[in-house]
C-alpha cells in the first residue's frame, strides 16, 4: 500500500473491531482471563494477550503497529509523552560509565535530559550536525550510541542521515533519531540507518494538540553486541526483537509512562490525514516562506526549502522536495519579534508544532529560557527569532496575516 493508504487501511483486521471504522478504546486497566493457568501464560511472555495496560493494551497494539508499518519497523512502543519514549529509548541500553555523542541544537526537553543523565554516570557530548570530523573524533570506548534529530527546531538544520548512521555503524553503535519534524511523511529513518526512530506524537502524527504522547520504534536490524550492551543479554533470545523485548518486559514497564488507550485512539484518528495534513503543511509552509523572503527583504526567512537555507541541498535529497512545516523568521530586534507575534491575529501563540492550526512562538524567551548561550547558538535560536509552525489554513489568508503583522513592525 502507498502511504495515504496505508494509513487507513495497513495492518487492520476489519473482523476484528465488529466491522468499526476505527478501533475500539479499550479503556480498561486490566484484563480477565478464562483460568490461573492462562493468567500465568501471559505474565510468562509464552501466550498472547492482555493483563494489565501499563504493559499493554488492544487499543495501544493497534496504534504502535500502525506506526511500526509506518516506518518500517519490526516493533515499536507507544509512551506517555515523547519525551518517556526518548528516555527509553536511551536508557534501555546504557549503563553508567556509558556515552552518547548526540548532535547539538536538540529539542531543549531533550537536553536537559541528557544533562540529568551526567547524575547518573551517562555523559553526552553535542556535536554540530553534519561535521562528520568532529564526529568521528568524539568517539570513545564507551560510546554507545549516536543521537540526533532528522530536523533541528527551530534551527532547521537537516541532518545528513545516512552519513550519520554509516559512521555509527563504523563504530559499531546504532543511530536513534529523533524524526518528530520531519514524520515518516517526508522521511522513514529506518530506511536511511536509523536504527531506533523516535516520534513525540503529540505534534504532526495526533495533528490536532488533543494529547500527549510518544512512540519509539525499533528497525531490527543492528547486531547488539552483548559485552557492550549487558543490558540486553537476557533478551537475546527474541533476536531483532531484543530491544523491544527488554524494554516491555522491564525498563518500559517499570518506569511506568504508558500511554492512555484513549490518547492511542485520539493518534490513531490523527494519523488518518498525517499525509494530507504534511501535503498542505508543507506546501502552505513553502508559500509563505517565499512570501515573507520576496515581500520583506528586511526579514531573515529560514526554511530547508528555500535556496538560501544552508540545508536546502540535503532537504532535497533527503525528503524528495518536501522541506516540513516550520519557519522562522528573524525581524532585527526581540521588541519587533514580539510586535510580531502580537499582532498576527490568525496563529496561537503557544509553544508547540504540529497542529493543523498555524503556531507562533519566541523561542529564546520560551522553550529556550533555560539553555545557556552555548546551547542557544548551536539551536540557532536568536533574540529576534519568531518560529512559526504552519497548519492547514488557506495560504492566502496567512500571508494576508503575517504581511499586515510585517508592515506593523516596520510602522513602529
Ligand atoms: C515535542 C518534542 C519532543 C518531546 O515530546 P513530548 O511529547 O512533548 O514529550 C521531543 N523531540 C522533539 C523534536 C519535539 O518536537
Known sequence: MRFNTGLLHDGV????????TLPPICQSSAFDQESAEG??????GTAPGYCYTRVGNPTITAFENRITRL?????????????????????????????????????????????DLEAFGIKSTFI??????????????????????????????VTDVEVLSEIAHKHDVPLILDNTTAT?????????????????????????????????????????????????????????????????????RDMGAC?????????????ETLGLRMERQCSNALDLARFLQKEFPDLVVNYPGLNSSTSHEIAKKQFGEKYG??????????????????SLTIPYKLSNVGDTKTLVIHPA??????????????????????????????VEDLKEDFANAVKLISNS
Not at 259 to 271: E, H, R, T, V, W
Open 13 to 20: 483486521n476489519r473482523k476484528e473491531y465488529h466491522g468499526a
Open 71 to 115: 516506518e518500517g519497523g519490526v516493533g515499536s512502543i507507544a509512551c506517555a509523552s515523547g519525551m518517556a519514549a526518548i528516555f527509553n529509548a536511551i536508557m534501555g541500553i546504557v549503563q553508567s560509565g556509558d556515552e552518547i555523542i548526540s548532535c547539538a541544537g536538540l529539542y531543549g526537553g531533550t537536553i536537559d535530559l541528557f544533562h
Open 365 to 394: 524567551s520560551t522553550i529556550s529560557l533555560h539553555s545557556t548561550d552555548k546551547e542557544r547558538e548551536d539551536a540557532g535560536v536568536y533574540d529576534d527569532l519568531v518560529r512559526i509552525s504552519v497548519g492547514i489554513e488557506d
Open 325 to 342: 512545516a516550520i519557519v522562522t523568521v528573524r525581524t532585527g530586534s526581540k521588541i519587533s519579534a514580539y510586535s510580531l507575534i502580537n
Open 184 to 252: 515518516a511523511y517526508l522521511f522513514k529513518g529506518l530506511e536511511h540507518g536509523a536504527d531506533v526512530v523516535v516520534n513525540s506524537s503529540s505534534k504532526y502524527i495526533n495533528g490536532s494538540s488533543n494529547s500527549i504522547s510518544g512512540i519509539l520504534t525499533l528497525g531490527g536490524k543492528f547486531k547488539w553486541d552483548i559485552e557492550k550492551y549487558p543490558a540486553l543479554a537476557e533478551y537475546k533470545k527474541f533476536g531483532p526483537f531484543a530491544y523491544i523485548a527488554r524494554l516491555r518486559n522491564s525498563l518500559f
Open 128 to 157: 554540530e550536525p553534519n561535521n562528520t570530523g568532529a564526529i568521528e573524533a568524539a568517539f570513545t570506548e564507551r560510546t554507545r550510541l549516536v543521537f540526533a534529530e532528522t530536523i533541528s527546531n527551530p534551527g532547521l538544520v
Open 259 to 271: 500511554l492512555s488507550p484513549q490518547n492511542a485512539f485520539l493518534n490513531l484518528l490523527g494519523l
Open 39 to 44: 493468567l500465568e501464560k501471559i505474565f510468562e
